[in-house]
T-cell receptor, first 114, second 112 residues
Framework: KAGVTQTPRYLIKTRGQQVTLSCSPI?????VSWYQQTPGQGLQFLFE???????NKGNFPGRFSGRQFSNSRSEMNVSTLELGDSALYLC?????????????FGPGTRLTVT | QQQVKQSPQSLIVQKGGISIINCAYE??????FPWYQQFPGKGPALLIA?????SEKKEGRFTISFNKSAKQFSLHIMDSQPGDSATYFC???????????FGTGTRLLVSP
């Protein structure tokens, strides 16, 4: 079974621009979560989606948004990029209606903001 | 109260030795405690996980020890190998959380 895939793997953007990252979960998984990883803050939860509904949101500004499609694929968007948004953005998928804690991560998208 | 505290920040172990990483939590609503292994340029990979109804879980060379009263859990890597050199994260979750709360990570180096 293929793992979680994320595209693109690397991205360089300029301050003020916006960016969209994509995540395809493991086949059959219906929950998708997004995390931001930085050396200073570690792994921080962004949001979680199940059946196209956001079930939980982390403590990030409104510039960070996401959505999930009917095929469980998910996208996250960051608008008005800031230098501090440079990070590895990780997507994780899990199975089931109840939040199944067995999260399987993708390789991440490395975003650099200049 | 949602924090998970992890120590040490870094660890150097000789090949064949035992690597021990510790985590502590405050929120008693946590009831799922996984460990993740992350290699450079890769996403975290689920290694092993435990729930509070058991005090120990072993999978191969990896063992989680769990102390519910102390609200602590630890990862033991027996017979550590150079290929185990990676960053290890503990995490916690619980009913209604809909997310994982991660520790700050431990960078393990196993010297040959």
């Amino acid at each position: 079974k293929a793992g979680v895939t994320q595209t693109p793997r690397y991205l360089i953007k300029t301050r003020g621009q916006q960016v969209t990252l994509s995540c395809s979960p493991i086949s059959g998984h219906r929950s998708v979560s997004w995390y931001q990883q930085t050396p200073g803050q570690g792994l921080q939860f962004l949001f979680e989606y199940f059946s196209e509904t956001q079930r939980n949101k982390g403590n990030f500004p409104g510039r960070f948004s996401g959505r999930q499609f009917s095929n469980s694929r998910s996208e996250m968007n960051v608008s008005t990029l800031e230098l501090g948004d440079s990070a590895l953005y990780l997507c994780a998928s899990s199975l089931g209606e109840t939040f199944m804690r067995e999260q399987y991560f993708g390789p991440g998208t490395r975003l650099t903001v200049t | 109260q949602q924090q998970v505290k992890q120590s040490p920040q870094s660890l150097i172990v000789q090949k064949g030795g035992i690597s021990i990483i510790n985590c502590a939590y405050e929120n008693t609503a946590f009831d799922y405690f996984p460990w993740y292994q992350q290699f450079p340029g890769k996403g975290p990979a689920l290694l092993i996980a435990i729930r509070p109804d058991v005090s120990e879980k072993k999978e191969g060379r990896f063992t989680i020890s769990f102390n519910k009263s102390a609200k602590q859990f630890s990862l033991h890597i027996m017979d550590s190998q150079p290929g185990d050199s990676a960053t290890y994260f503990c995490a916690a979750s619980g009913t209604g959380f809909q997310k994982l709360v991660f520790g700050t990570g431990t960078r393990l180096l196993v010297s040959p």
